[in-house]
């Protein structure tokens, strides 16, 4: 059984179109978390959401935005996106701020 | 600023050469160090946590300790297939800040 999953694993789109990235888990853990990890695979945080309440919110742009329908699901929407926005986006759970289990990641190129 | 730094950021072993990573951290009110083992194409996947000074964790060829300031993953004889992208993660709460990694290539 897969933990943590993510739908698109690839995604290529144009700038300017808006794109949804979905996340599931089925360990219930309380928390998920979304990263973005550049071209030279620096895995930075953009968001967590505990219960449905965000968190954090790292110094991302407001076109990036998390929606959570439920504790097992965290999506991930973008509008306009932009050159700068490609790179992998990984998905990621946890229970009680402890280890986290991640996704396989989705890797989005905006051309 | 809290930062997690790691070095060296590659490493190229023989297989059954024994090595370490380090991971120095300068994270305020740390609460866990991290260690993930992250493979091409996938997601990081989890290996050990830490939380105090002096303690010690193993699984197979890994050995991960922590210090006050730095953590090292001691990896003895290793083998091809321990090749792997080596992240180490500071968190507070819910917040973890994720070193550059370091990328270990064992050769056969």
């Known amino acids: 059984d897969t933990a943590v999953s993510q739908t698109p694993k690839y995604l290529v789109t144009q700038m300017g179109n808006d794109k949804s990235i979905k996340c599931e888990q089925n360990?219930?853990?309380?928390?998920m978390y979304w990263y973005k990890q550049d071209s030279k695979k620096f895995l930075k945080i953009m968001f967590s959401?505990?219960?449905?309440?965000?968190?954090i919110n790292e110094t991302v742009p407001n076109r990036f935005s998390p929606k959570s329908p439920d504790k097992a699901h965290l999506n991930l929407h973008i509008n306009s996106l932009e050159l700068g926005d490609s790179a992998v986006y990984f998905c990621?759970?946890?229970?009680?701020?402890?280890?986290?289990?991640f996704g396989p990641g989705t890797r989005l190129t905006v051309t | 600023e809290d930062q997690v730094t790691q070095s060296p950021e590659a490493l190229r072993l023989q297989e059954g050469e024994s090595s370490s990573l380090n991971c120095s951290y300068t994270?305020?009110?740390?609460?866990?160090l991290f260690w993930y083992r992250q493979d091409p194409g996938k997601g990081p996947e989890f290996l050990f946590t830490?939380?105090?000074a002096g303690e010690e964790k193993e699984k197979e060829r890994l050995k991960a300790t922590l210090t006050k300031k730095e953590s090292f993953l001691h990896i003895t004889a290793p083998k091809p297939e321990d090749s792997a992208t080596y992240l180490c993660?500071?968190?507070?709460?819910?917040?973890?800040?994720f070193g550059a990694g370091t990328r270990l290539t064992v050769k056969p």
């Open positions: 830490l939380y105090s």
């Open positions: 990621a759970s946890s229970q009680d701020s402890d280890e986290q289990y």
């Open positions: 994270v305020s009110g740390l609460r866990g």
């Open positions: 959401y505990n219960n449905k309440e965000l968190i």
């Open positions: 993660a500071g968190t507070l709460d819910n917040d973890m800040r």
């Open positions: 360990l219930g853990h309380d928390t």
